[in-house]
């Protein structure tokens, strides 16, 4: 198993809460990625970052925001939760070059009622 | 729009057959990859084979790769009820330089014992 930790594994919150989502790695990759996908669906992307103070928007427009302050760090946070948020949030990172495999955390599932 | 098709889009077998599974893609690709994911978890890094291979094994695994037809299929010997997940393709745009993977919808497998 790849050193991709993310908390919390399960969230439940109401609707119009803040929330940050964690991904940290130890691998020290430059590249960390966060997907969003519906149980049993495909991965949208909706993040990533190619180092440190950059960070890009990826293909499913999302309320999110993140931030790359520290190499290992990428959070992922919800200014106003709403139901339509509720899904399974992956974050991943991936080594140097173009043929580095990702490395996936186990995920935040996130409900908001 | 999603780079990666597999087909089909589940997949029922006895343990011990062997499970095939399809990818398709739009775009000219450097490298496509294979992920697997069991519920509730990430992804886990399969295979990767390059826009130049024809095929690679892993285990038992075998992937082809056919760039003329945009397709690649992912084949698992005498599968076993630990191979029960859902598998994606992955694929990086080639005429976008370090772009992010693109997953496919999945193909979910159940092997049945």
């Known amino acids: 198993e790849a050193d991709i930790y993310q908390t919390p594994r399960y969230l439940v919150i109401g609707t119009g809460k803040k929330i940050t989502l964690e991904c940290s790695q130890t691998?020290?990759?430059?590249?960390m990625y966060w997907y969003q996908q519906d149980p049993g669906m495909e991965l949208h992307l909706i993040h990533y970052?190619?180092?440190?103070?950059?960070?890009e928007k990826g293909d499913l427009s999302s309320e999110s925001t993140v931030s790359r302050i520290r190499t290992e760090h990428f959070p992922l946070t919800l200014e106003s939760a709403r139901p339509s948020h509720t899904s399974q949030y992956l974050c991943?990172?991936?080594?140097?070059?173009?043929?580095?495999?990702?490395?996936f955390g186990n995920g935040t599932r996130l409900t908001v009622t | 729009s999603q780079q990666g098709e597999e087909d089909p889009q589940a997949l029922s077998i006895q343990e011990g057959e062997n499970a095939t599974m399809n990818c398709s893609y739009k775009?000219?690709?450097?490298?496509l990859q294979w992920y697997r994911q069991n519920s509730g978890r990430g992804l886990v890094h399969l295979i990767l084979?390059?826009?130049?291979?024809r095929e690679k094994h892993s285990g038992r695994l075998r992937v082809t790769l056919d760039t003329s037809k945009k397709s690649s299929s992912l084949l698992i010997t005498a599968s076993r009820a630990a191979d029960t997940a859902s598998y994606f393709c992955?694929?990086?745009?080639?005429?976008?330089?370090?772009?992010?993977?693109?997953f496919g919808k999945g193909t979910r497998l159940s092997v049945i014992a």
């Open positions: 991943a990172s991936s080594g140097p070059g173009g043929t580095s495999p990702l490395h």
């Open positions: 691998m020290g990759h430059d590249k």
């Open positions: 970052s190619y180092g440190v103070n950059s960070t």
């Open positions: 775009t000219s690709i450097n490298n």
């Open positions: 084979i390059r826009s130049n291979e």
């Open positions: 992955a694929t990086d745009a080639r005429r976008r330089t370090g772009t992010p993977l693109v």
